[in-house]
């Protein structure tokens, strides 16, 4: 199959990470006879930089002219240290994000066996942890009106959804449970905000669609709590953007670092695959930064992206050979830590090999 594929590797460690899952990406279409082309679009700082713009209408232009969009990090300390900076790396991912109309993003939490130990939860609680959030990802707290006021004394940021907004990733959320456990959790704040109790509204009805999925309610601070305490309780949860952005957070360390957690966003123009962790300037250009996250999200890109399942597991099956083998870097490793790029090496000759 011809395959486009519209590369963004963005800021900090974002280029070497994306570059290890390139390589992957080449074997697997090597492997499978697929016709790869890709080409490399500027985002985040460096957009900034050159441009002005953090994610440009040529960028625009690419991602929307590919089948799938492979994305590295955002961010640049230049412009957190700053809060007067007129345009930061991170707008130009939240534009990206609206124009390709990215609601839906899904990022799996799933432990790997030969890391158990390296998750800061005690063993028996995280074996067999196997969960999805799907967090609702153009709208909210996060596109909502802001700004200042009383002689910019005041700030306000507004959160917003309407009820089309919250059935479509809802029904992501039914479809998702009904291929798998049949759980679907719904993370929200109803006995404080109205977006919530109408989010449940909405839930409720859309319910009756799906009578497989057991369905329930819970609370953000409660769910946060459980993540931690009893995380093989949950299947599915679906939930609001700002929510859904520190509650993945949470999750991705149960496995035993940021570094392993993929994310796909699908929706309205070209999905795009990214792995959810930032984009970490203290180990840029260094060669340690983990490239599992970018790599699964590759693999999370033939799944979700192009539909190819065979391209999928032989990917998943690279990583999961390469921690039992060791070939790890330094924020998972036991033994020796390899560098960042031996790693994706690593991966892609397995995948020729295997
Ligand atoms: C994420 C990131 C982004 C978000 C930032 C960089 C804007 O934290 O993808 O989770 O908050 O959505
Ligand atoms: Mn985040």
Redesign the pocket.
Known sequence: MKIKLAVLPGDGIGPEIVEQAIKAIKAVSKKFGHDLNYEYGITGAGAIDKVGNPYPDETHELCMNSDVVLFGAVGDPRFDNNPSAKVRPEQGLLQMRKKLGLFANIRPVETFKSLINKSPLKREIVEGVNFVTIRELTSGIYFGERGRKDNGNTAFDICQYTKEEIKRIMKLGFEFAMKRKKKLTVVDKANILETSRMWREVAQEMSKDYPEVKMDYLFVDNAAMRIIQWPKSFDVIVTENMFG??L??EASVITGSLGLSPSASMGIHTSLFEP?H?SYPQAAGKDIANPIATILSAAMMFEYGLYLQKENEIIRKAVTASMEAGIVTEDIATGKAYKTSEVGDWIAKWIEEN
Request: charged share 35%; glycine share 16%; no cysteine.
């Open positions: 952005d520190i993945t957070d959810i930032g």
